[in-house]
């Protein structure tokens, strides 16, 4: 399966915007992108094929991620936070389209 991707590697200062989102599949994402995280200010955001974003934030004092369907008009996500062997897990097993009953495990959070 391929997505589109976008992100900041802060350290390095790589980036790229959605708006220019580049295409890789989901092995792709989990070997080349997830270990990039590293800074709390790093993030990868992936794009399925029906414009839903999935956005990815590393938590370096707990060595955690926080992984979120973020909603704009409301202001909130739905997240959880997972571990790297959790994370990789999801990685290889994204649906097609990003919804709350794809992602089991999520809360409501408001910004």
């Given at each position: 399966?391929?997505?589109?991707v ?5 350290r ?30 790093d ?7 029906q ?18 369907l ?18 990789r ?6 649906p ?16």
């Amino acid at each position: 399966m391929h997505y589109r991707v976008f992100y900041l590697f802060d350290r390095s200062g790589e980036s790229i915007s959605s708006a220019s989102a580049v295409e890789m599949s989901a092995r792709a994402i989990c070997e080349q992108l997830l270990p990039r995280l590293q800074s709390e200010d790093d993030y990868l955001g992936i794009i399925d094929a029906q414009e839903n974003t999935l956005q990815i934030l590393f938590e370096p004092q707990s060595q955690r991620y926080w992984v979120e369907l973020p909603i704009d008009a409301a202001k909130a996500s739905y997240g959880r936070f997972l571990g790297l062997d959790e994370l990789r897990a999801l990685m290889m097993a994204l649906p097609a389209v990003f919804d709350r009953e794809a992602l089991p495990g999520l809360e409501y959070r408001p910004w």
